[in-house]
């Protein structure tokens, strides 16, 4: 089956370190997204892929970095810049049409220890 | 700009029909969608609205829009306990650039009784 795969589901990470958010896609979509979820905020748009080498910032880019060096593949890394990280995160790809909205994977949530 | 606004909150009983409402800002919006997120899950597409349409009805869904007013509405027929869950409204949005993103309210927590 077609889906998005993100992991890990649960990370924690102390204070002054990086660390990556894995999100792959086996659904052939161009577009990929990354969102922060925190309650009663809704989704917040942090970065944005339309296609391979390619990436551009959302609303709340600081402190994230992205790469897309594989169709499949939109690895999300979160710095020691980023202040307050706790948060829910979920990664989405769309179609090209955009009929159907986006696929969302089933989150990881990190905490900071 | 870009905003989308929901209610936070929505108690209904079981068997109850439940109407979840929305409001969005960009009169350009292609499709408008609803999503269903259940605790510490990612999000479900329920429906989806285009623009031209003014109601769509999918089993125990049916969706509103009200173009002038830039309302959506989902409603839920005969609510069950496992409909308990928070329900988002997006629409979406295309850049000059032909980049298209979705822009989500902030979701609306709706509780079913017993």
């Known amino acids: 089956d077609g889906g998005i795969t993100q992991s890990p589901k649960y990370l924690f990470r102390k204070e002054g370190q990086n660390v990556t958010l894995s999100c792959e896609q086996n659904l052939n979509h161009d577009a990929m997204y990354w969102y922060r979820q925190d309650p009663g905020q809704g989704l917040r748009l942090i970065y944005y892929?339309?296609?391979?080498?390619?990436?551009q910032k959302g609303d709340i880019a600081e402190g994230y970095s992205v790469s897309r060096e594989k169709k499949e593949s939109f690895p999300l890394t979160v710095t020691s810049a980023q202040k307050n990280p706790t948060a829910f995160y979920l990664c989405?790809?769309?179609?090209?049409?955009?009929?159907?909205?986006?696929?969302f994977g089933s989150g990881t949530r990190l905490t900071v220890v | 700009g870009e905003d989308v606004e929901q209610s936070l909150f929505l108690s209904v009983r079981e068997g109850d029909s439940s109407v979840i409402n929305c409001t969005y800002t960009d009169s350009s919006s292609t499709y408008l969608y609803w999503y269903k997120q259940e605790p510490g899950a990612g999000l479900q597409l329920l429906t989806y609205?285009?623009?031209?349409?003014d109601m769509k009805q999918d089993q125990r869904l049916t969706v509103l829009l009200n173009k002038k007013d830039k309302h959506l509405s989902l409603r839920i027929a005969d609510t069950q306990t496992g409909d308990s869950a928070i329900y988002f409204c997006a629409e979406s949005i295309w850049s000059s650039t032909g980049f298209q993103k979705l822009v989500f309210g902030t979701g609306t927590r709706l509780l079913v009784s017993p």
């Open positions: 609205i285009f623009s031209n349409m």
């Open positions: 892929s339309q296609i391979v080498n390619d990436f």
């Open positions: 989405a790809s769309l179609g090209p049409t955009g009929l159907y909205g986006y696929t």
